[in-house]
């Protein structure tokens, strides 16, 4: 039989590899360089925007865009070439090889494909295709998470998302600092506060139990006695074999035979303890019997984490998903999103401003030089301001002040009532964040000094002993873009502070331990990656900048 | 008060940002390089490797190293300008400001710092520091994974890790992929197999509820019936007042007293039915009032949901963490470890392969480039063979051979017995990778067409019947680092194929969706990144080159 297979298996040969040309070196150069591709015989693949037979079916345009830019490429495919009706359907996917023509004057596009051969089809049933149209809302498109990539605003901002997460290495390699892949699965919890998910295997090991009982019912009380006197006897055996000096072989067969017996008691009590259910001890649940031998989260932020390593690597960052349970059903959150940590070893508040400042800065003249044609469709579309905002980042200072004087600046507004009432200890809302960026100064704001009170245990206390050395980074469109702060570096404090906070020591021991030995003064915030990309497209609702968006009740594919 | 308190505020003042240069800077320049330090006023931070006071305590020599790169700096202080007894203990972190000097000749160094002013102290007391030493098992250490990453060896492979994820991002950008966020959290199993982590909140729920229940006790069965009996004597005065014809105000003042009693008796119905621990129904777990209506997971592979992707922006991949709940203690499995999955439309098996080579030499290459000392140093002492692994691997085209060639080279060997029985059927077990990779061809090996039966469900159905378009990248040292295959892209087939699986189709109606609508050849590949940090490296326990691990039992921070 194997001879058989071996004959038939080596004869499949294997396809031979293609060339694909992205439509986006096609369209996405300047005049001068479609000039040049004219005449050119190229192979493209892609989908069906809108298709529409001509001249009385004796040819067809096809829109055809392959994701890797926004512009679409103009397809002329001949009714002798293959038949129309099966390539029109939007969201039908095609694979042909033609010839670049210059178009008739007059028309919009600059460069079009003639095809000479369709070699591949993936065809669409219209009726049923759950996209045929090209306008449909934001929200009807969240419950197809599987074809909205298809839509010019999703690839769009999932092109955008792209570039900002290359852009995001790119920043802080050129800055010295180095990704650390912190864990996702976590027995810290960064603040006390916010609800974590629990990572788990205590319900299929409980299942794998209740399907072992039935398959094998356990061993009864009779059973276990029946098998203790058995090892009684092969210990009395054993015992006598010595006693008589019998040979060494003899005892040590006889031994064998007694560790034997053990054994086999041994998995028959292991049987006969099994319970079906969650394990439990005293009254709770038995963590000790989980997956990691206690209870585990999912993270909620990498930064104590990412702390050990900026306390031997110096500059370092973390870009990675980070966990909310919280039954939350607003447009700005989510239970799964991601997180940009950088962390700073010899940096106090002002260094981290500036790092924040530069990072956003960055970011932002990235997107103006890398995806002119998205954020030109996102700004049309969703935000006339999306490029100007981005402008204005990039190029204006940001303004630094206290949140001290903030509330002064908030208690003094009088063309505006705010529904949270301001005064010192507060925690700025979002209306004041946006008030504070977008009406008093125009342009992005740090607000640096909170009170310590509504600020978490690690940040650093400052002399004045009512604030710490917290800074926000507020931006028109979305207020808060950054939290950070230069963090508690000194041990006394830093315990004082943990206690204060009412959680116990245990398990910030490893924490406390980089105080303890060779502590350094660092710095260090986070970015909610999905604000950014708020931020950058103009969009609202943040299920629309992640591609699978996780939320209560909702957590397709 | 807030008077008072804005004052004291804002007389805070901010330290000022202080440049600190990094070693690597000084030291990792050529000796045209340091020649222009000589004379340069600097500041420098780190912690010292060893400190030792010399000329009758007269002035120390400290090796600092900040993490910027492997090499310390040379560091002279004098007594007169610090304690020196408080600089030399390893581990202890400094911050100094001095002048670049050029040392005697004959000393290895080619530059060091002359301190003149030691601008902050992190101390340690070498009786307590649990890394005093120099030399430490990397057993020894993953019991410190907060301090590890100050031993040269953990350096240098986080060094090194972050060069294979930032050289990841630029092989796939510069060849027109886009990154995708696939979820963590899934409702999906990619393979039907592998043991998942279950994400729930349950836990926690049912501990508020618990929490809830002693504080505030629920409602009796009479409290029920009261309400009952007041909504329904409110009902009667609705009626009452319409049928005497009262006003619109009387009436609609009455039903809104009636909604009020009817909500709060929905309020304390949830409340009476309100138990303690799991929810359950029928006898097993409710999952449906667990977060997200639906048991969840920690994914195993994005690549099914990046697949969506690839069908319509053509080339992306998702880097990111992945999980298994086995309970495997080898030195080769994590519970948590990373993932590189590019996934690509209008691409044949072969495409894959050629991605996958050119992927992969792409890194060894990278390294060759980017990580000169690192990779001497774990060329020094750990592995010879591993910059001429690179070396090898970069610059040699990789063998191709089909499954059942592999098959039968393995038949045919004399030199060597296997564990494992060779016949074709089987999968191929590491002693076989090994020995085709590192015996047979001296290089690296792709193996493709494999059998059925042994791989999952959406691999394509090559033409035989027999075998699918998978294929495996094996490489000395490690054997496997590359799995890949085109994808199954007829819808029958792939139905097919699920069933013959004994999986149910339901669970897969959206990648089934994706051939139903537009369905396009694709192929795709998945890396195990700390398999790749191990292969560069020449570590043997996947344990240390990931910087939290997580496996049965642990979990650290």
């Not at 058989?4 to 396809?15: G, I, S």
């Not at 449909?136 to 570039?163: C, G, K, M, P, Y």
């Not at 998995?267 to 019997?289: H, S, V, W």
Request: proline share 4%; hydrophobic share 40%.
């Amino acid at each position: 039989m194997p001879g058989d297979d071996v004959t038939a298996a080596v004869d499949q040969v294997l396809e031979p590899s293609r060339h694909r040309t992205f439509i986006k070196s096609i369209v996405g150069g300047g005049a001068a360089a479609v000039e040049e591709l004219v005449g050119r015989k190229v192979v493209v693949g892609g989908w069906v925007k809108t298709g529409r037979e001509q001249g009385k079916g004796t040819f067809a345009f096809l829109e055809l865009n392959d994701g890797s830019c926004l512009a679409n490429l103009q397809v002329i495919v001949d009714a002798e070439v293959y038949p129309l009706s099966q390539l029109v359907a939007t969201g039908t996917c095609v694979l042909v090889e033609g010839v670049l023509k210059k178009p008739p004057e007059g028309t919009k596009q600059r460069v079009e494909l003639k095809v000479e051969q369709v070699l591949e089809v993936g065809p669409v049933d219209p009726s049923k295709y759950p996209l045929p149209k090209t306008r449909l809302t934001l929200e009807f498109l969240r419950d197809f998470v599987h074809f909205r990539a298809r839509t010019n605003t999703i690839s769009a901002v999932e092109r955008i998302r792209d570039e900002l997460a290359y852009a995001t290495h790119t920043f802080f390699r050129q800055n010295g600092f180095r990704y650390v892949h912190t864990p996702i699965i976590t027995t810290s919890d960064c603040e006390g506060a916010g609800e974590m998910f629990q990572v788990t295997a205590l319900f299929s090991d409980a299942e794998k139990v209740e399907k072992e009982l039935k398959q094998n019912p356990p061993p009864s009380e009779s059973e276990i006695e029946a098998a203790k006197l058995h090892i009684k006897e092969k210990g009395e055996a054993v015992a006598h074999l010595k006693s008589s000096k019998a040979t060494k072989e003899e005892i040590s067969a006889s031994v064998s035979e007694l560790t034997k017996a053990k054994e086999s008691l041994a998995k028959l009590e292991e049987r006969f303890n099994m319970k079906p259910g969650i394990p439990q001890k005293d009254g709770t649940i038995d963590y000790a019997r989980d997956f990691f031998g206690r209870q585990a989260f999912l993270t909620v932020s990498g930064q104590l984490q990412v702390e050990t390593y900026a306390c031997a690597l110096g500059n370092v960052y973390t870009f990675g998903p980070t966990f909310r349970a919280e039954h939350s059903h607003t447009s700005r959150h989510l239970a799964e999103f991601w997180m940009v940590e950088p962390e700073i070893a010899f940096a106090n508040l002002e260094d981290d401003m500036n790092y924040a400042e530069n990072y956003v800065k960055f970011l932002c003249r990235w997107l103006l030089d890398h995806c002119h044609d998205d954020m030109e469709f996102m700004a049309k579309n969703f935000d006339k301001t999306a490029i100007d905002r981005l402008k204005l980042v990039s190029s204006t200072p940001f303004e630094r002040i206290s949140y001290t004087m903030a509330v002064q600046l908030l208690e003094n507004v009088t063309d505006k009532k705010f529904e949270n009432k301001v005064e010192w200890g507060m925690d700025l809302a979002s209306e004041h964040e946006r008030y504070l960026t977008e009406v008093i100064f125009k342009k992005p704001v740090i607000v640096y000094n909170y009170p310590k009170g509504i600020k978490a245990f690690y940040m650093r206390l400052n002399d004045d002993k009512k604030t710490v050395a917290a800074m926000d980074v507020l931006v028109p469109k979305v207020g808060e873009l950054i939290g950070g702060s230069q963090r508690e570096e000194r041990l006394e404090v830093l315990v004082d502070r943990i206690l204060e906070a009412g959680l116990t020591l245990e398990p910030y021991e490893w924490y406390l331990d980089l105080r303890r030995y060779g502590t350094v003064k660092h710095s260090g915030f986070g970015l909610g990656f999905e604000r950014m990309v708020l931020f950058a497209t103009g969009l609202d609702n943040i299920r629309d900048v992640i591609p699978f968006p996780r939320y209560p009740g909702r957590a397709d594919l």
